[in-house]
């Protein structure tokens, strides 16, 4: 965990004091970060829907059909809202898609999966969801404003899909079989290493020399940011019924701070730039959305010049 020295502290709020808005004068280089950084965000959105997608016509019933599709709504929305931060700043919205189609853009590790069953859902959603959460939290003090706000929106909505994924996990842990519950246990299993390495490597000794860092678009360092999620996280599934195996993540009352199983940095960095096991999915239906909406695209297009 990092602890900030006083004279760190005092530069740390230094660098998130000058805020800025689409017509502030920027840094050199702060345009096309702030561009970055919300298209980055834009592209999760929309690719991260997509294992969501399959199970609307196989959830178990209407309310969860209903509540699927509201997640999904919602989520391509935020997609939007992010979009339209990046391209006031000059980075058309089309491009954001197919740099990622191009492979010129690539996914955070935990896009590159899908779900194998109904049970995997809720707790993979809840460690996602929650994960958002915290960074927007963070993100909510950075210094590009209209990317803040946004967020802010976005943030609110989070909240609604991080009830309904521990309303999932709950039903599963009370009402389920035996069968369904081991799929729940295994689910968080599976999916809490993933997200420990969504944050990023642990902190280097340079990681305030960061471009992101030192613009105050990135506010928290990564260890900074994934202490806080487990500390948030991990009663909640313990609440739930989900045992925590000491070796993937156990607070150390002396220190405390929490300790937790290190991620596979070697495969994680694989995955990224080479692909996952979905990626290749992900980015085909990409593509054929661009390819069988292009024609309705550049009529809507024209329409609002």
Do not use: C
């Not at 613009?215 to 009663?235: A, H, M, Y």
């Amino acid at each position: 965990m990092t602890v900030l020295a006083p004279d760190e502290v005092d530069e740390s709020e230094q660098r998130l004091a000058r805020k800025y808005e689409l017509w502030s004068e920027m840094p050199e280089g702060y345009r096309e970060a702030a561009a970055r950084i919300a298209s980055f965000q834009a592209l999760a959105e929309v690719v991260g829907v997509l294992p969501f997608t399959e199970w609307i016509d196989r959830a178990p019933d209407y309310a969860r059909k209903q509540m699927l599709i509201a997640k999904v709504q919602d989520e391509v929305g935020h997609g939007h809202v992010t979009a339209r931060v990046a391209e006031d700043l000059g980075l058309p919205r089309e491009q954001i898609l197919t740099d990622f189609v191009e492979g010129r853009t690539n996914l955070l590790n935990i896009f590159h999966y899908g779900f194998d069953s109904w049970e995997e859902l809720g707790p993979a959603a809840l460690l996602m969801n929650s994960s958002a959460i915290v960074q927007f939290q963070a993100l909510h003090h950075g210094t590009y404003l209209p990317y803040t706000r946004a967020l802010r929106k976005i943030e609110k909505e989070e909240s609604f899909h991080y009830h309904h994924a521990m309303d999932m996990t709950h039903q599963t842990m009370v009402y389920g079989t035996a069968e369904q519950r081991q799929r729940a246990q295994e689910a968080f299993e599976t999916w809490l290493p993933r997200l420990l390495a969504y944050f990023g490597p642990p902190d280097s000794d340079t990681y305030r020399s960061n471009p992101m860092y030192k613009f105050g678009l990135k506010v928290r360092s990564n260890d900074e940011l994934r202490q806080q999620w487990l500390t948030k996280i991990i009663p909640v599934f313990k609440e739930l019924g989900i045992h925590v195996d000491p070796q993937l993540a156990r607070f150390d009352d002396e220190r405390q701070e929490w300790d937790y199983a290190s991620p596979d940095w070697v495969e994680t960095k694989r995955i990224i730039k080479e692909g996952g096991p979905r990626y290749e999915q992900w980015r085909s239906h990409i593509a054929a959305s661009l390819e069988r909406n292009a024609t309705y695209r550049d009529v809507a297009l024209k329409a609002a010049v």
